[in-house]
């Protein structure tokens, strides 16, 4: 399974900008699709997740700012970003995993999210 993250950028504090993760290869379904991230010097972190059924989490920080979505037939996940801050530079991971099969378990490459105050 081959993960690409895209959409990352410069924005100031206050912008948007929306995260997009295709998958493609041999998806693995139901599965689990979520956004971590790593700040400079931090450990990575996870943001939001969502199910194949579409049950979402966030980490507090982010909670009525992000929104984290997917398109299933599409093998798509985004993360919608509003009201940035620069404590959420970073770079962002996406991520896809299952509960029921332990090796099912990839990551992609990071797409840079950087916020200017």
């Known amino acids: 399974v081959q993960l690409q993250a895209f959409g990352g950028g410069l924005v100031q504090a206050g912008g948007s900008l929306r995260l997009s993760c295709a998958a493609s290869?041999?998806?693995?379904?139901?599965?689990?699709m979520a956004w971590n991230r790593q700040a400079p010097g931090k450990q990575r972190e996870l943001v939001a997740t969502?199910?194949?059924?579409?049950?979402?989490n966030y980490i507090t920080s982010v909670k009525g700012r992000f929104t984290i979505s997917r398109d299933n037939a599409k093998n798509t996940m985004y993360l919608q970003m509003n009201n940035l801050k620069p404590e959420d530079t970073a770079v962002y991971y996406c991520h896809t995993y299952s509960d029921s099969l332990g090796w099912y378990n990839y990551w992609g490459q990071g797409t840079l999210v950087t916020v200017s105050s």
């Open positions: 290869g041999n998806i693995f379904s139901p599965n689990t």
């Open positions: 969502i199910t194949s059924g579409f049950s979402t």
